[in-house]
Structure formats: structure tokens, C-alpha cells
């Protein structure tokens, strides 16, 4: 693949060894965000601490992100492509060294928001970056790749993570990943080009102070509801606190000059619909990713490593089909994939619903597997549709939005079915007469689970109703080149 652009300045851009640098940086962020949850037991005997302090390796790293990523926006528009990306390395560089070295617990929750940092700066000036230096009729396919990465990065780091942590200690999953990000940071430097126009615009601290209340309250509130119970006054203060400083935020957007978050984006309706329908998409991965390891793990008692291994292969043909979808997103268009997309995904989930103590684990992959190619055939080109509806001027903020909004659909997703699992598990040991046997703890956790697929159900049947409506952009939306 060979392609090279001209910016505005009339240097030669080179597009892929751009590509390539981002791609590494991402793959290595997005695996870091995941690669930890399987060392959560260990973790808890080394510093000695609970489950519910333990869950902020995780918990953290997401906040970080849905604080950070809206903040980007602006900052892709003062700081140009070079220090953002440089920038973002070191934070990872710094976060991983910070937490492979933690003497305490602490120090490794302030290493991993760290990291965390840097994988806020990247993300959005990946895609950024791809929407100014790739021309439309190729963004599918390369958003394709892009996908590869956003992805399999996920679905490897717990089967990765396992391995090393029967071979070796926790640390060592993060000094695996020191050498990669070590190489881009080189690597980066020597390729990756200024692309982006800087506008400079004047920066409304009062939309920052709310921004940040705003997407970091409701992400925390449903990443800690799942323990802390709903009726929390944390819970409920964080939540009430962040919907009422996002509707504010949300006000003061439209009537300010400047906007940090321009939501005209959301005029566009395809733009809209994308990104409703990538919320619900990315809810199901994440209420999957959190479901799937406790069944395999508790219902059906396999190691942490075995079970990593059983989610490994969905992992794997997203990430080789994800380039396949991007093209076909580029010749046939959004209808081609998106409802088929939903409609395998929720066929997928019904039987993942299904799921009891006796089913064998190869049925699990196949399942896993199957939910995998439906994700496949709609994350990316969900996300291609959307922007390709924005003029380029509203590139950083629909990206802006679109990464923020899976920050909390994630941690919303997560939540959820954390909620209806416990709430199922907790009717179903009611009703039997023997609650403490130890054989009703695999039993009741797969009641649990099997129940908290349902939300799954339900998105995907979202998902298959707004994809009738997803049509190419018309006219109007068509973005206009820079």
C-alpha cells in the first residue's frame, strides 16, 4: 500500500509510515488498557488490597480517558502532529515505568493514569490524523486497519497477560510493552509529520472545569455502581454531578464563540446515528469482556490463562477481518454490513444467553467468535459512516465525541451487567435450599450471567433498527476538503 498526500504548506506527506507509528502507539495503549486484568488477583495479595480498591487499575485508566479525550479536541487544534504523538509516547513510556517499579499500590494506580494520559492524547489524533492525510474513497480501509488495532489490542492483552503472569511475575507484562513503545517513540520522531492546521482558538477554562465533571463523573459513577451498589450517595452524587455539569457544558458549547467540544457535529444526523449506534456496540464488547472471563472462570472453572485462550481467537478474526470490512465499507457503501452486522451479533448473544455449567468451551469460542465477525461488520465503518458525514472542520471534535462517548458506554456497559448479573445471581441462590454449598457458586454466577446477556439483546436489536436507516451521506454532509 502506497500513498503519499500533499499538506497545506506543499510538503510531500507520507501517509503510511504516519499510519504505521500511530498504529503501534495505539495498539500497545489500548492493549495496556486490558492487559492488567488478569493479574487483578495477584495484585490484590501483593499490596493487600480489596476487590473494590483493586478494580482502579481498570476503573482509573478509563476515567483518565473519558476526561482527557474531549480536552484533545482542543489540543489537537494549539499543538501540532509531531508534539502530540511525542507527547502521548512519553506519557506511556513514563507510566509504564512508573507502574512496572511500584513499591505500593498507590504508585501503581498513579503509574497506570499515567499511562493512561497518553493513551487519551493518541487516540483521537490517530483518527484525526487518518481523516486529514487519507482521501475518503480509501478511509474505510484504512480505518479497516485502524480497527485491527482498536480491537484485537483488547481482546489479546488477557489471554497475553495470563501467559506471562504462569510464566512470569505481573511486572513483566509492562516491561513486554516498555520495547515496543521505546521503538515508536524513535520511530515517530523520524517519520511522523506536522499535518494538522493550527487554529489556536481561545481556550474557555469554564468548558474544560465542566467537561471534566461532566464525562469524568458519569464514567466513575457506573465504574463503581457495580460494587458500591446503586444506591450509593457516591454513586448517586457522581452521576447527579455529571449530568448536570454535562447539560450545562453542553448549553455553554452552543452559545460560546469558541467551543472545546463544537457540537454542531451532532446536526449531522448519519454522524448522529453512527454514533448512537457505536455506543451500543462498544456497551456490548465491553459487557462481553467482563461477562465472558467470570463464566469461563467461575461456571466452568478454567484458569485465568485457559480462559484468556477461549476469548483469543474472536480477538484474532476481528483483527483479520477488520481491513476485509473496510473495504467492502468502501465499495458497497454502510448497507451492506451494518444490519447483517447486528443481526450476527445478536443471533450471537441469544445463544451466549443460553450459556450453563455443562456447556463445552468450544462452544464458547464459536460464540465468542461469531459475536466477533458481527462487531467486525460494524464497529469501524459505524465510525468511517459518521465522520465521513462532518466537514473537515469538525474533525477533532466528532472524533473528540465519538472516543469520549465509548469512555462512557463502556463504563455504563460495564455496569450494567455487573448490576444484572449480581441481581440475578442473588434471586437465583434466594430460591434454592442450600445457598452455601460451594457447587452453587458456579451455578448461581452463570444464572447471573445468562440474565445479563439479555442487555446485550436489547442493544443489538437497537443496533439492527438504527441500521436501516444508515444511508451514504448526502450532499449536504459531504465534507469538504481543507
Avoid: C
Amino acid at each position: 500500500m502506497s500513498h503519499t498526500t500533499i499538506d497545506q504548506n506543499q510538503n510531500v506527506v507520507r501517509a503510511v509510515p504516519i499510519l504505521i507509528s500511530f498504529l503501534i502507539a495505539g495498539f500497545i495503549g489500548l492493549f495496556s488498557e486490558t492487559a492488567l486484568n488478569m493479574a487483578l488477583g495477584n495484585l490484590m495479595q501483593e499490596f493487600d488490597v480489596v476487590s473494590s480498591t483493586v478494580q482502579w487499575i481498570t476503573t482509573g485508566y478509563l476515567l483518565t480517558m473519558g476526561i482527557l479525550i474531549p480536552v484533545t479536541a482542543l489540543l489537537i487544534q494549539w499543538l501540532t502532529t509531531r508534539q502530540l504523538f511525542i507527547t502521548s509516547v512519553l506519557f506511556s513510556i513514563a507510566g509504564v515505568v512508573l507502574s512496572g517499579m511500584a513499591p505500593t499500590f498507590n504508585v501503581l494506580l498513579l503509574g497506570r493514569i499515567v499511562q493512561a494520559i497518553g493513551t487519551g492524547l493518541l487516540i483521537p489524533l490517530m483518527f484525526h490524523t487518518v481523516l486529514i492525510i487519507f482521501p475518503i474513497e480509501k478511509r474505510g480501509l484504512i480505518m479497516g486497519a485502524v480497527g485491527l488495532v482498536m480491537m484485537s489490542a483488547p481482546a489479546v492483552g488477557p489471554a497475553a497477560s495470563g501467559l506471562i503472569i504462569e510464566v512470569l511475575s505481573w511486572n513483566w507484562i509492562l516491561w513486554f510493552i516498555l520495547p515496543f513503545l521505546l521503538f515508536t517513540l524513535v520511530y515517530g520522531y523520524i517519520y511522523v509529520q506536522n499535518v494538522t492546521v493550527l487554529s489556536k482558538p481561545k481556550i474557555d477554562v469554564l468548558s474544560i472545569i465542566l467537561s471534566t465533571l461532566g464525562f469524568g463523573g458519569i464514567v466513575y459513577g457506573f465504574s463503581v455502581a457495580g460494587h458500591q451498589g446503586w444506591a450509593s450517595p457516591i454513586v448517586i452524587a457522581a452521576l447527579v454531578i455529571g449530568l448536570s455539569s454535562l447539560i450545562v457544558f453542553s448549553i455553554r458549547q452552543f452559545k460560546i464563540d469558541n467551543p472545546m467540544l463544537d457540537l454542531r457535529t451532532l446536526q449531522f444526523p448519519m454522524f448522529t446515528l453512527a454514533l448512537l449506534s457505536v455506543m451500543a456496540t462498544f456497551m456490548i464488547i465491553l459487557s462481553t469482556m467482563i461477562l465472558l472471563p467470570l463464566y469461563l472462570q467461575i461456571g466452568l472453572g478454567l484458569t485465568a490463562l485457559t480462559a484468556g485462550l477461549v476469548l483469543m481467537p474472536g480477538g484474532a478474526i476481528n483483527g483479520i477481518l477488520s481491513p476485509v470490512a473496510g473495504r467492502a465499507y468502501d465499495m458497497y457503501g454502510p448497507k451492506v454490513l451494518l444490519t447483517p452486522g447486528f443481526l450476527i451479533m445478536l443471533f450471537m448473544l441469544w445463544n451466549l444467553s443460553h450459556v450453563t455449567t455443562d456447556t463445552s468451551m468450544y462452544t464458547v469460542v464459536l460464540l465468542h467468535s461469531g459475536l466477533m465477525v458481527g462487531v467486525t461488520f460494524v464497529m469501524m465503518p459505524l465510525q468511517t459512516h459518521g465522520l465521513n458525514a462532518l466537514p473537515a472542520n469538525l474533525y477533532p471534535d466528532g472524533t473528540a465525541l465519538i472516543n469520549t462517548l465509548l469512555q462512557v458506554s463502556g463504563s455504563i456497559g460495564t455496569a450494567l451487567a455487573i448490576t444484572i448479573m449480581s441481581a440475578s445471581q442473588n434471586s437465583f441462590l434466594k430460591g434454592v435450599s442450600n445457598p452455601s454449598d460451594p457447587a452453587m457458586e458456579s451455578i448461581s454466577l452463570t444464572a447471573g450471567v445468562q440474565t445479563a446477556f439479555i442487555l446485550g439483546i436489547v442493544l443489538a436489536i437497537l443496533g439492527v433498527i438504527m441500521s436501516l436507516f444508515m444511508n451514504k451521506p448526502t450532499p449536504k454532509e459531504q465534507p469538504q476538503t481543507q
